[in-house]
């Protein structure tokens, strides 16, 4: 089946401009999740949906980050007036939230990112 | 905090010898831990989740856990140079939360 798909893989934008990148996840997943990884560094939580909400949304650098989902599939991830230090590569990740009993079963699947870069 | 902690490496290894990645986690409540290998310029790919302390295998890979000590590893016999990549530790508490991901090894088969 098809994996998590996103768009565009490479994007490059002048400092000041807004951008949208966008996550298709694995088709039944009902939880999806935003990462970033700057150059050479971990993987750094941005916000999470179960559904079209957002439970968790802790993660989010500044105001200028937002994110929705809708008809609990695809979501896109909004930065405004982008800055240098946003260049990084997004990722986003779907998992199928399973709980038996106390214990969870959600191993998260990775799309191949957008490789953002503000100049 | 909820950290995870890796040796960065790199870690070195020849063919067909036994690599062995670890990591300590901060977090007693955690629940579901999880290796993902990562290629240079490639997204994170899963290859073994592990939920109950003692050891899971699957193929070449030997995922071990010990909640007691807060420690997860993961062994690769007859290591490969295709296995030459980072593997990021993560794990999460029960309930719908993220994953808090290690900063990664990076290991280097050497043929």
């Known amino acids: 089946g098809a994996g998590v798909s996103q768009s565009p893989s490479n994007k490059v934008t002048e400092k000041g401009k807004d951008v949208e990148l966008r996550c298709d996840p694995i088709s039944g997943h009902t939880a999806l999740y935003w990462y970033r990884q700057s150059l050479g560094q971990g993987l750094e939580f941005l916000i999470y949906?179960?559904?079209?909400?957002?439970?968790?949304k802790s993660g989010l650098p500044s105001d200028r980050f937002s994110a929705e989902r809708t008809g609990g599939s695809v979501s896109t991830l909004t930065i405004q007036r982008t800055q240098q230090e946003d260049s990084a590569v997004y990722l986003c990740?779907?998992?199928?939230?399973?709980?038996?009993?106390?214990?969870?079963?959600?191993?998260?699947?990775f799309g191949p990112g957008t490789r953002l870069t503000v100049l | 905090q909820k950290e995870v902690e890796q040796n960065s490496g790199p870690l070195s290894v020849p063919e067909g010898a036994i690599a062995s990645l670890n990591c300590t986690y901060s977090d007693r409540g955690s629940q579901s831990f999880f290796w993902y290998r990562q290629y240079s310029g490639k997204s994170p790919e899963l290859i073994m989740s592990?939920?109950?302390?003692g050891d899971k295998e699957d193929g070449r890979f030997t995922a071990q856990l010990n909640k007691a000590s807060q420690y997860v590893s993961l062994l690769i016999r007859d290591s490969q140079p295709s296995d030459s990549a980072t593997y990021l530790c993560?794990?999460?508490?029960?309930?719908?939360?993220?994953?808090?991901f290690g900063k990664g090894t990076r290991l280097s088969v050497i043929a």
């Open positions: 592990i939920y109950s302390n």
């Open positions: 993560a794990f999460r508490n029960s309930g719908n939360t993220p994953l808090v």
């Open positions: 990740a779907s998992s199928l939230e399973l709980t038996s009993g106390r214990a969870s079963y959600n191993e998260q699947f």
């Open positions: 949906f179960q559904g079209n909400s957002a439970p968790d």
